[in-house]
């Protein structure tokens, strides 16, 4: 490789150093591909030279914006179309596998640059100088069990577990969990649990309802939304019967019509962030309140 090459690695190598690559999902998959880049054909090297260059510039100017007015996340999603356009232009989402999972990491990644600011204005407002609350990609808390070898074991010492879900993008609280003499469990409480796809089928959906369940059975006062570029589900199915809260499809499209890869649209994304944000400002649980002013409980 030429010193123009060799200098394009470093830097690009330097700038992956700089953040957390635990909340930039799509720069820590950038990372993996740049570790490898030695191995890969000089086709596949040229293309991700060409990706990161465009990236970096992507996420500079993404990180450069602060807030969440309605006008910064328009042009986050500005932004965010122009990278897509870039990738599908190029037709770069061939040159590597799906398994690598490129292209989903995109959103994930968004969804922090989305909510960032506001998970800082309102722990600064609740005072949360020990950071309880983490926002990224983790295991979400779904229940607790108890078990014993037998009856005996289980009447003197009941052992504990947990299961936990992963989940593309949460809000949560880390706990520790302890009964009677077993060793503390840690366990991600969410209250707001994100899934991120670039399409959803049935399959994936059915995956997702079974997920709200399981989350909501831990923390019913849990936000279970999906955010997807694309919907593949027949239009006869009705999600509503199930336990998630939205199911967010960007470009407003189905998987195969001819408008699929029509921009994001950014009312959409507005209205996702204030779902979040109207969920993390108002009561979710004050029955007093609801029979005083309402006469509705639930």
């Known amino acids: 490789m030429n010193q123009e090459k060799n200098m394009e690695i470093k830097t690009a190598k330097e ?4 953040i957390d690559l635990k909340l930039y999902k799509h720069a820590s998959n950038y990372k993996t591909k740049i ?14 030279d060409k990706m990161f260059e465009e990236y970096y510039m992507y996420i500079q100017e993404n ?4 807030g969440y007015s309605k006008e910064i996340i328009s042009e986050r999603v500005s932004l965010l179309n122009n990278y897509y356009n870039f990738i599908n232009q190029n037709n770069f989402d061939n040159v590597f596998s799906s398994q690598g999972k490129f292209r989903s990491t995109i ?5 922090y ?9 309102k722990l600064s407002a609740i005072e949360d100088v020990n950071k309880k609350i983490k926002i990224g990609g983790q295991r979400a808390y779904t229940n607790l069990y108890f078990s014993g070898s037998n009856f005996l074991n289980f009447v003197e010492n009941p052992e504990i577990g947990i299961h936990q879900k992963d989940q593309d993008f949460a809000i949560y609280r880390p706990v520790k969990i302890t009964v009677e003499n077993n060793l503390p469990l840690n366990a991600n409480l969410p209250v707001v649990a994100i899934e991120n796809k670039t399409y959803i089928d049935k399959t994936m959906l059915d995956g997702s309802i079974s997920t709200a369940e399981k989350i909501k059975a831990g923390n ?7 955010v997807c570029e694309n919907y593949d ?7 509503k019967y199930s336990k998630i809260d939205q199911i967010y499809v960007l470009r407003k499209a189905k998987r195969n019509a001819p408008n699929y890869n029509q921009p994001i649209f950014p009312e959409i994304v507005v209205d996702l962030f204030d ?14 309140n609801k029979l005083l002013t309402s006469g509705k409980i639930i």
């Open 15 to 18: 700038f992956l150093r700089s």
């Open 35 to 48: 570790n490898g880049f030695s191995s890969l054909t000089r086709d596949k090297q040229n293309a991700l």
């Open 63 to 66: 990180i450069s914006l602060h």
């Open 107 to 111: 959103l994930e990644e968004f969804m």
């Open 113 to 121: 640059i989305l909510f960032r600011d506001l998970i800082v204005e």
């Open 220 to 226: 019913p006062y849990c936000l279970f939304l999906i």
């Open 233 to 239: 589900v027949s239009l006869t199915i009705d999600p």
């Open 275 to 288: 779902e979040v944000n109207n969920h993390l400002s108002r009561d979710w649980s004050n029955v007093e």
